[in-house]
């Protein structure tokens, strides 16, 4: 088959075509049976393909037909041994790559700046979480990948470790030498697991840095939806080389994922996989210049810093992805928060995300220079009006010592609990996460021991206005901690 077919999209189309009497769910058949607002919005069209796994359109939970063909190309496409398709998210991938290669107990090595998924999947396995300490960007003040160099030193320490998670890239962009990673990892004959939510035009260019499956990662799960052009909740996860079983990576994804799977994520994955495949690269390149003109641009504008190349002189960046526009906007004495509701408020204009000190702007294939010239006329405009000095951003990004960890965080999910004063719960072990953002990175994992140093952390954090997440007490009077057995006298 080649990359223009598209088996999957195709084949839904040929069987709507026929317009089968349909005695089996979705009820709505066809949108006959759905509201008539919700049908007229949503169109004819698509709600004839959604549809289910009758016998001529194949089962994601066992593929044979038109999704195994499409799964194969997807494969082909981005250079794996096998693809499998996600409607799940990416977050559906990730527990599935850490519940294949860890059981309860079984180590692995991940950076403290994890997404919420591997934290899942380390209460639903049972598994052991080794951190690494992400490095942190004291100026912009987000964290970044992790080093080479990091990576080694953990896997002296736990060679027995199952896997290596990496974030690659981050949500900002930024990659780390994933080639050599992979390599140390390897040398160990422990799998790299990469979470390539932010990452999956990464493979069709190649001015953008490697991809997972480039690097000879083990597996990757993949955002097709996030920058691919698939539909909200469409992933995959592909897998490559002998150190992981496609059979195991099969039944979990499975036993993760609804049996009602949607053809409309299934077959966008499907049309995403064609587009990039056969005109990735050249959307791609016109993606790239559109975002570096924007950087340009912004980068004219008194006060503002767009984020560009010389980020590659630090450690933990061996590359950068030009398409995500950091903006920095703590020279106007505004915090990136102000600045995304001041550019809702008065230009309509939706920003992927803020922090303390920036925005984030993603540019995908699905801009034009008209979006562009928007952005930035009204960031010149934000950066035109007068600067109250008084208002600086000025907190300081520090980093938090990593607690002993005296259970795991499956263990310490599944306890009896309390709550105690937060000024009390020094030495108890904390049942809840805790995190300060930015940078992102949790204090408190459920499991770890509480320790004074970052009990006074997390109040410097809060002092100067941080926000710190997480907690089932807003407002941190209170802290959730596992229940201590006393003596019976
Ligand atoms: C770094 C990272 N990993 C994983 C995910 C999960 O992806 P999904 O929303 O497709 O489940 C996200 C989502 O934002 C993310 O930022």
């Not at 991940?110 to 004291?138: L, Q, W, Y």
């Not at 897998?239 to 994804?253: A, D, F, M, W």
């Not at 959307?283 to 810093?305: G, K």
Request: proline share 6%; hydrophobic share 40%; net charge negative.
């Amino acid at each position: 088959m080649s990359q223009y077919e598209t088996p999957l999209f195709s084949g839904l189309i040929e069987h709507a075509k026929k317009d089968p009497v349909q005695f089996h769910i979705p009820g709505h058949k066809k949108g006959t049976g759905i509201d008539p607002e919700f049908r007229h919005f949503i169109g004819d069209n698509a709600l004839s393909i959604d549809l289910i796994n009758i016998g001529p359109l194949d089962d994601l939970h066992q593929p044979k037909g038109m999704i195994k063909q499409a799964q194969d190309l997807a494969a082909e496409a981005f250079d794996a041994d096998q693809t499998f398709f996600s409607v799940q998210g990416t977050s559906g991938a990730i527990m599935t790559m850490v519940m294949t290669v860890c059981g309860p107990g079984d180590k692995i090595i991940v950076p403290r700046n994890v997404h919420k998924s591997v934290m899942s999947a380390i209460v639903f396995s049972g598994a052991t979480p080794i951190f690494i300490h992400p490095a942190i960007d004291e100026k912009l003040g987000i964290s970044h990948g992790i080093t080479t160099d990091s990576v080694a030193r953990a896997l002296e320490q736990h060679p027995d470790a199952k896997g290596v998670l990496v974030i690659n890239p981050t949500y900002f962009g930024m990659a780390a030498d994933l080639r050599k990673i992979v390599e140390i990892a390897h040398s160990y004959k422990v799998p790299v697991l990469v979470d390539e939510a932010h990452g999956v035009h990464i493979h069709f260019h190649e001015d953008l840095p490697l991809s997972a499956m480039q690097a000879g990662a083990d597996m990757a799960a993949t955002s097709v939806h996030k920058l691919g052009g698939s539909m909200t909740q469409s992933s995959i996860l592909n897998i490559k080389g002998n150190l992981i079983n496609p059979k195991r990576v099969q039944s979990i994804l499975s036993m993760l994922t609804t049996t009602s799977t949607s053809y409309l994520l299934l077959a966008s994955l499907d049309v995403a996989r064609k587009r990039l495949a056969t005109e990735g690269k050249e959307l791609i390149s016109q993606t790239i210049e559109l975002a570096q003109y924007i950087r340009r641009e912004v980068n004219s504008i008194p006060h503002l810093l767009c984020v560009g190349e010389e980020i590659l002189q630090l450690d933990a960046v061996y590359d950068y992805d030009p398409t995500k526009l950091i903006i920095s906007v703590k020279e106007l004495g505004l915090s990136g928060f102000d600045v995304e509701k001041w550019l809702r408020d008065n230009h309509n204009i939706e920003v992927e995300m803020s922090d303390l000190y920036n925005i984030l702007c993603i540019v995908t294939p699905g801009d034009t220079k008209r979006e562009a010239d928007i952005l930035i006329s009204a960031l010149k405009e934000l950066a035109a009006q007068p600067i109250n000095n008084n208002d600086m951003v000025k907190a300081e990004v520090l980093l938090p010592d990593i607690p002993l960890l005296a259970l795991t965080p499956r263990d310490a999910f599944y306890a009896k609990t309390e709550l105690v004063p937060f000024d009390e719960s020094e030495g108890r072990i904390i049942a809840e996460f805790i995190m300060v953002y930015p940078p992102g990175i949790p204090i408190f994992i459920p499991g770890e021991i509480i320790t004074e140093d970052n009990l006074t952390y997390i109040k410097k954090n809060m002092e100067v206005g941080l926000p710190v997440q997480g907690p089932e007490d807003f407002d941190l009077r209170y802290l959730r901690v596992i229940k201590e057995q006393k003596a019976i006298r």
